[in-house]
């Protein structure tokens, strides 16, 4: 079931992360947002929720976030598994 649902613009990220027109290629290049300090698939206070895209691991740019969608549908496959799904 649904709980909550945000929807963010380019306007939101500008106003939230201080950067003008809003965020176009995930978060920033700094040294704070390479590869692995970048935020990982799963939070730790949602167990039902997964990051997959340019501003979490394991990156930004078309082919990492491929990587990154294969990583995630996986660990949800695992993840419905463990819970007593079907799913293959």
Same mark, same amino acid.
């Given at each position: 079931?649904? &709980? *909550?649902?945000? &929807? *963010?613009? @380019?306007?939101?990220?500008?106003?939230?992360?201080?950067?003008?027109? =809003? #965020?176009?290629?995930?978060?920033?290049?700094?040294?704070?947002?390479?590869?692995?300090?970048?935020?990982?698939?799963?939070?730790?206070?949602? *167990?039902?929720?997964?990051?997959?895209?340019?501003?979490?691991?394991? =990156?930004?740019?078309? @082919?990492? #976030? %491929?990587?990154?969608? $294969? %990583?995630?549908? $996986?660990?949800? &496959?695992? $993840? %419905?598994?463990?819970?007593?799904?079907?799913?293959?």
């Amino acid at each position: 079931n649904l &709980i *909550d649902e945000v &929807i *963010d613009t @380019p306007g939101t990220y500008a106003d939230y992360y201080n950067v003008g027109g =809003g #965020v176009p290629f995930g978060l920033s290049h700094g040294l704070g947002q390479l590869s692995l300090t970048r935020p990982g698939a799963e939070p730790s206070t949602h *167990d039902n929720v997964l990051f997959v895209g340019a501003s979490s691991r394991p =990156g930004n740019g078309v @082919p990492l #976030v %491929l990587i990154g969608a $294969k %990583l995630v549908a $996986k660990r949800a &496959i695992k $993840k %419905l598994q463990r819970k007593g799904s079907n799913i293959q």
